[in-house]
């Protein structure tokens, strides 16, 4: 067989255990691993009258994953909130024998204090017990998905290090930190080699626009959406007497007029990778023979919040929109539409308006080296990814046949 001596050389493939595999960034390291050959195997948890082994395989569906490379597929039903995951003891032991490395992808991405208890479960909590579960197992190998902001309220440089970070935005980027220090001190404690990948804020395919979440970037662009339907069914539908009283009204052309000011506020603008990107990196960095360590996948160039603002005008036919400074918006009171806006996209002032940059000279050396650069956020870019988010109704229409998601 041709590349068969080669192949024997190398050895078969690791086989590798990923969290989170349901998920945005997991599901499309579950593909990519199966297309390169990997046996995988996928703890997760069935959810909406769906099994997890049902969910993967709609999943699989959705990426077009050929059916010879689904028989290297593994999904066993697990939670991370129970200990051992929930798993029976019989299969624990077998996952022991089989797991090579363990890519912890699984998170409660939420950031509301009101889940604070569920968060801390499943971000903390949920690594502990996978640490526990694969004890004493042949793994020597994990890669920890964590996030560029474990940085907290950090101003200016962060490193691509581990460090010392007392105050938090939110829950969520505090279990991040809590659990990158547990994987450090229990993988050290074990020889088990950790890499912590911290990527900034993910979202679509750069080429395709398409995606599996709708949060972050397209949260905001999602609210002027629906507040532009809102008003142009208003005025071309109930005679616009709401529309009116806000300053809101519609050119022949159908250009809507939407004044809404948004505060720029004083930190330079918002971190965006495209998921492929974020893939490619990825991949980079697990390839490289030395990749120990933290790693940042951020991009060089952030993107201001008045770029964001002028693609959203242009993208969906609005003036209006403004960007403005604190002092600009306390000359004249802000009206209930602005308020609503500034309320719904709250929890993500910290992410839109950031003051931390982030260290990529660890990354920058690895990923020159293997050819990977970041996508610039374009125009052309940011129509790709609304597209396809307007098409599939902001996830809405993602799952046609059952709407309960993955
Ligand atoms: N997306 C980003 O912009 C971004 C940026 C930086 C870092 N990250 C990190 O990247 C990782 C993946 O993020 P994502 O965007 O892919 O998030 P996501 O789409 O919300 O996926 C989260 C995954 O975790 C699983 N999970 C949550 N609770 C669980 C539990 N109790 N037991 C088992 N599985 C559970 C989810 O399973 P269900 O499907 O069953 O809910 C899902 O598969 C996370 O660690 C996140 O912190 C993401």
């Known amino acids: 067989m041709p590349g068969g001596k080669a192949l024997m050389e190398r050895g078969p493939k ?9 998920g945005f960034l997991g599901s499309h390291l579950v593909t990519r691993l199966l297309a390169e050959g990997h046996r995988v195997v996928v703890p997760a948890r069935s959810r909406h009258g769906l099994s997890a082994d049902q969910r993967m ?9 050929p059916h010879q490379q689904r028989s290297l597929l593994e999904v066993v039903e697990a939670n991370l909130e129970y200990p051992s995951l929930g798993i029976a003891p019989q299969q624990a032991a077998d ?6 490395e363990i890519i912890h992808c699984a998170s409660d991405t939420s950031f509301s204090s009101r889940k604070e208890e569920q968060v801390k479960r499943v971000n903390i909590q949920g690594l502990e017990h996978l640490l526990d579960l694969l004890s004493g197992s042949r793994c020597r190998r994990l890669y920890l998905i964590s996030t560029a902001y474990v940085a907290g309220k ?9 460090q010392e970070t007392t105050a938090f935005h939110n829950v969520y980027e505090q279990s991040k930190f809590i659990a990158e220090q547990i994987a450090a001190s229990r993988c050290a404690a074990s020889g088990i080699r950790l890499t912590v990948i911290r990527p900034s804020i993910v979202y679509g395919d750069a080429q395709t626009g398409r995606t599996l ?3 972050a970037l397209y949260y905001p662009v999602r609210t002027i959406h629906y507040f532009s339907k809102l008003y142009h069914e208003d005025i071309l539908e109930h005679g616009g007497d709401r529309a009116r009283a806000l300053g809101i009204h519609r050119a022949p052309d159908g250009t809507l007029h939407l004044p809404i ?3 720029g506020g004083s930190g330079c603008g918002v971190n965006l990778i495209p998921v492929d990107y974020f893939l490619r990196a990825f991949l980079a960095i697990r390839d490289a023979p030395s990749a120990d360590g933290v790693f940042h996948i951020v991009n060089p160039q952030n993107t201001s919040i008045a770029e964001l603002v002028d693609f959203t005008r242009r993208f969906f036919h609005l003036t209006g929109l403004e960007v403005t400074t604190g002092e600009d918006v306390a000359s004249l009171p802000r009206h209930g539409l602005e308020l609503l806006f500034d309320r719904h996209i709250q929890a993500y002032s910290a992410y839109i308006r950031d003051a931390r940059i982030f260290d990529r000279s660890r990354s920058d050396a690895l990923l020159r080296q293997a050819g990977v ?3 610039a956020f374009t125009y052309a870019v940011f129509t790709t990814c609304m597209r396809f988010a307007v098409d599939v109704d ?6 046609e046949s059952s709407p309960a998601g993955p």
């Open 213 to 215: 979440a709708f949060n």
């Open 154 to 162: 950090r101003i200016g440089d962060c490193p691509e290090a581990f």
């Open 14 to 22: 690791p086989t590798i255990l990923v969290t989170g595999g349901t």
């Open 394 to 399: 902001w996830g809405r229409l993602l799952w």
């Open 95 to 100: 996952l022991r024998l089989k797991v090579d």
């Open 261 to 263: 000011r948004i505060d």
């Open 57 to 65: 395989a709609r999943l699989l569906d959705w990426f077009g994953t």
């Open 373 to 375: 650069t970041c996508p």
